[in-house]
């Protein structure tokens, strides 16, 4: 009697668990829902991290990235039922889209409880391309990792987590058996491997939910052969409850078996949770393997962690011992990213030209030529242009792909663009004339409000004690504006005095605020300028752009950068990225 009440509490117990989750997948937009409401959000390539999409006029729509930060993100997240934002992603591809874009410069206070309601022009009104599409990552969990090996709860439980992990640590009514092995590393004297290992009893029922398990009908046991047996128990026992204490110590155990097994709410979080490690090694090795690593596991959060901690921090990985052991997929998927940090485009060129100088006959002139093609030519500095068949150590190799691009970029340089729109063979749209993040004079200066004041040469960024500097750009980057020049002030605002002395109301401190009291003459620039914090001048952990000229980087009391930084040493960077539309 006994055993059938405890296998029928495990029947209602498992008929709920898939009852609720149906309804969290309707909450999350990605249910199938007949009835959709306008307004409604979805995040459309994944659960908790998507292309933001809204419903309007029977049709779903994108919405521009311009001037995105955590307000909007948390009106987004909150609204598909999540605790919170965890970042804002600008440029990633989430795949095909060919809906209108219905929102563009939407600015939210952060407290609406539908993105809707917040203020923009009117429903498809738009300069962007679906290029500029933006993303968000939204927090599926309530606790904050450390870099100690603290525990970190990761909580994907809907209801009834306690009555299941009591079935499971009871074992009353398990009939399916899971062994798991691990080599010790000695061997038998017959010169077999000597193995220990563990197993456990669970219910076929609810690992049948997960088909690599193979917890079939007429199958009563399966061995697995893993060298995380230390942690295969909690592993398991999260299969019941949905809830799991996870160190760094066990990370990686962790988010492997997820990998394994088909779990991929726990591998996406746990996947997160490497962000915290990345700074720790100065040579890059952890990054390109854990890059490496998620490609295999085919997790993409924890891919894009690792190719946006590379790409912010490019100039580091290109001194490093990692350099030159890039693959050439892992450099591909940089130099496709405009959130590429570097002195300009010539330096990336000439970096990427060494790349494959060092790489020898290893690499195919094919291989060779489609890199090169990923250089946006016509943002080289004009100067550098003039000198590319002299200067270019591939220029005779490679000789069409730099005269045709070369010829591109010259017409960028003296051709307004609207003369170039109206030629049938230019192609707006085409990242060549996209900026990266170029942090070369004039077009960045640097600050920091610490007491410390150095030059660092790898960067050329200025250190001083100011909490504002003014300083100068061209209006563009092209030769043609190279004489119409436009003055920012860019500060650092730590108390309320500073910024009522400016007229700008602060949320948070400190803030940073990147101004200019003129405006280019040509209505079609328009200025998508960021942010860079790095950490003790040592690498970048957080890049933001300018929302109505203000970037905090504190939002409601957390701090907002993506990479761990202790003390909070922070220097900023104030890059201006004048871009045609």
């Known amino acids: 009697m006994l055993a059938y009440r405890n296998i029928f509490t495990l029947w209602l117990l498992l008929l709920l668990h898939v009852s609720g989750s149906a309804k969290r997948l309707n909450m999350f937009g990605r249910g199938r829902n007949p009835v959709l409401q306008?307004?409604?959000?979805?995040?459309?390539?994944?659960?908790?991290?998507?292309?933001?999409?809204?419903?309007?006029?029977?049709?779903?729509?994108?919405?521009?990235?311009?001037?995105?930060?955590?307000?909007?993100?948390?009106?987004?997240?909150?609204?598909?039922?999540?605790?919170?934002?965890?970042?804002?992603?600008?440029g990633k591809n989430y795949g095909k889209v060919s809906g209108p874009i219905w929102l563009d410069d939407l600015t939210c206070k952060g407290t609406e409880t539908y993105l809707s309601t917040c203020a923009f022009t009117s429903w498809g009104t738009t300069d962007c391309t679906h290029k500029e599409d933006v993303g968000v990552i939204c927090e599926t969990s309530g606790t904050n990792a450390t870099n100690s090996d603290s525990l970190h709860s990761l909580d994907h439980s809907i209801s009834l987590s306690d009555e299941r992990g009591q079935i499971f640590d009871s074992g009353n009514g398990c009939d399916f058996l899971i062994t798991v092995q691990s080599d010790t590393g000695n061997k038998h004297e017959d010169g077999t491997p000597e193995l220990v290992g563990t197993t456990i009893c669970v219910h076929k029922l609810i690992f049948s939910q997960f088909p690599l398990f193979n917890a079939s009908e007429g199958i009563a046991n399966i061995t697995v052969s893993q060298s995380c047996?230390?942690?295969?128990?909690?592993?398991?026992?999260?299969?019941?409850?949905?809830?799991?204490?996870?160190?760094?110590?066990?990370?990686q155990c962790l988010h492997w078996m997820a990998y394994r097994f088909g779990v991929m709410e726990l591998m996406e979080d746990t996947g997160r949770m490497f962000s915290k490690i990345l700074p720790e090694d100065s040579l890059f090795h952890t990054q390109v393997s854990l890059y490496e690593y998620a490609v295999e596991t085919g997790d993409f959060v924890l891919e894009e962690i690792c190719l946006q901690y590379l790409a912010w921090n490019f100039q580091n990985l290109t001194s490093s011992p990692?350099?030159?052991?890039?693959?050439?997929?892992?450099?591909?998927?940089?130099?496709?990213?405009?959130?590429?940090?570097?002195?300009?485009?010539?330096?990336?060129?000439?970096?990427?030209?060494?790349?494959i100088t060092e790489k020898g006959s290893s690499t195919s002139l094919k291989t060779q030529a489609d890199l090169l093609r990923l250089i946006r030519f016509p943002l080289i500095p004009a100067e550098s242009l003039?000198?590319?068949?002299?200067?270019?150590?591939?220029?005779s190799t490679h000789?069409?792909?730099?005269?045709?691009?070369?010829?591109?970029?010259?017409?960028?340089?003296?051709?307004?663009?609207?003369?170039?729109?109206?030629?049938?063979?230019f192609n707006a749209?085409?990242?060549?004339?996209?900026?990266?993040?170029?942090?070369?004079?004039?077009?960045?200066?640097?600050?920091?409000?610490?007491?410390?004041?150095?030059?660092?040469?790898q960067y050329s960024y200025h250190y001083d004690q100011a909490a504002s500097k003014s300083f100068t750009t061209p209006v563009h980057s092209s030769l043609i504006f190279q004489h119409n020049q436009i003055s920012w002030e860019a500060n650092i605002l730590k108390n309320q005095n500073e910024c009522s002395n400016r007229g700008v109301t602060c949320k948070s401190f400190p803030m940073a605020r990147l101004s200019t009291g003129s405006v280019p003459q040509q209505k079609n620039i328009l200025f998508r300028n960021r942010l860079l914090l790095m950490c003790q001048g040592k690498y970048i952990c957080q890049v933001q752009d300018f929302k109505e000229n203000l970037a905090y980087i504190v939002e409601n009391g957390t701090?907002?950068?993506?990479?761990?930084?202790?003390?909070?040493?922070?220097?900023?960077?104030?890059?201006?990225?004048?871009?045609?539309?």
């Not at 003039?386 to 220029?395: I, K, P, T, V």
């Not at 990242?431 to 409000?449: C, G, K, L, N, V």
Request: proline share 5%; hydrophobic share 35%.
């Open 38 to 90: 306008e307004g409604d959000v979805r995040l459309f390539g994944g659960v908790s991290e998507g292309r933001v999409e809204i419903y309007h006029e029977g049709k779903w729509g994108t919405v521009c990235d311009d001037g995105w930060d955590m307000a909007e993100a948390q009106v987004v997240c909150r609204q598909l039922h999540f605790p919170r934002a965890k970042s804002v992603v600008i």
């Open 229 to 251: 047996q230390p942690h295969f128990t909690s592993f398991i026992r999260y299969i019941y409850t949905r809830k799991i204490d996870v160190a760094f110590s066990s990370v």
């Open 322 to 355: 990692a350099w030159t052991q890039l693959s050439v997929e892992l450099l591909r998927s940089l130099l496709l990213r405009s959130d590429l940090v570097v002195p300009d485009e010539y330096d990336l060129l000439q970096t990427v030209e060494s790349w």
């Open 386 to 395: 003039y000198g590319l068949e002299f200067n270019s150590s591939l220029y």
């Open 399 to 425: 000789k069409n792909i730099y005269q045709e691009n070369s010829l591109k970029a010259f017409q960028f340089n003296v051709l307004l663009f609207s003369n170039l729109v109206s030629n049938p063979k």
């Open 429 to 457: 749209e085409d990242d060549i004339y996209r900026p990266r993040i170029y942090t070369a004079e004039p077009w960045s200066t640097a600050m920091t409000t610490t007491s410390d004041s150095y030059y660092n040469t």
């Open 559 to 581: 701090q907002v950068v993506a990479y761990p930084c202790p003390d909070d040493q922070y220097t900023y960077h104030f890059v201006v990225r004048p871009e045609y539309v």
